[in-house]
């Protein structure tokens, strides 16, 4: 991934910082998005001690971020580096678990405004840029099996994303010059799920790191796969 402009969004969460540090360790020049400024600091930070292309920090919030906002971030990439070669959409909300009837109208419009419609606006306006070079795009989604109940917005919102990772795929399958996949890691220890399941252990998760180099490899420009959707497990 030498020299290779990747965009990573939820960077400062425990999947987004531990591909961060993955792809930069392989030479790549990140784009860091996340909504907290001292969490994309901590993964600067990380990347410099070991001597790593020093990333471009970008602090945003997706709850409140338009089109516009997207927009102008496009513009910034094009200024900063003049291409973009990858984007991994790991940033997440995941609500309160439990029954639609619950979900309160403010936690199911910010649930999918940060989990769908900002990855959609996001998506759409690096477009250009990733068609222009053979570009990659990686969702991560929630595929972790069994009935959808009880998941609330978060459910609904992957379900989506998952859905909108198909129709680019297909979209773009005859130009070659867009790669679209889905990335679907079994459930790993993270803040966010460590909220949404607090009675879960620990010891029963993965780690965010064991999910990393698939990532990288996804990325990458040696792997071709389109519309692919890579299993839940760590050694995919």
């Not at 990747?6 to 790549?28: K, R, S």
């Not at 971030?73 to 900063?80: C, G, H, K, Y």
């Not at 309160?104 to 989990?115: I, T």
């Not at 993965?206 to 519309?227: H, K, M, Q, T, V």
């Amino acid at each position: 991934m030498d020299q290779q402009v990747i965009l990573i969004t939820g960077a400062g969460g425990a999947l987004g910082a531990a591909a961060a540090e993955h792809c930069a360790g392989l030479g790549a020049r990140l784009v860091l998005l996340g909504r907290t400024q001292n969490k994309l600091e901590a993964v600067y930070d990380r990347i410099a001690a070991r001597g790593q292309p020093l990333p471009f920090l970008c602090p945003l919030d997706f709850a409140t971020a338009d089109a516009t906002t997207f927009e102008r971030l496009a513009a910034s990439i094009t200024q900063e580096f003049g291409t973009l070669h990858g984007l991994l959409h790991a940033a997440a909300e995941r609500g309160t678990p439990g029954p639609v009837a619950d979900i309160e109208p403010s936690e199911w419009e910010r649930v999918l405004r940060v989990d769908l419609s900002a990855p959609f606006l996001l998506t759409r306006a690096l477009l250009p840029l990733l068609s222009a070079h053979d570009g990659s795009i990686l969702f991560v989604t929630d595929r972790t099996g069994g009935s959808p109940a009880f998941r609330g917005a978060y459910g609904v919102a992957k379900q989506g994303v998952e859905n909108l990772a198909k129709t680019l795929a297909a979209e773009w399958a005859s130009s070659h010059r867009l790669r679209v996949n889905i990335l679907s890691p079994q459930p790993f220890l993270s803040p966010l799920r460590r909220r949404a399941y607090p009675a879960e252990h620990p010891e029963h998760l993965a780690r965010a790191e064991e999910f990393a180099p698939s990532i990288g490899n996804i990325l990458s420009p040696a792997c071709r796969a389109n519309g692919e959707i890579f299993p839940s497990s760590a050694t995919t």
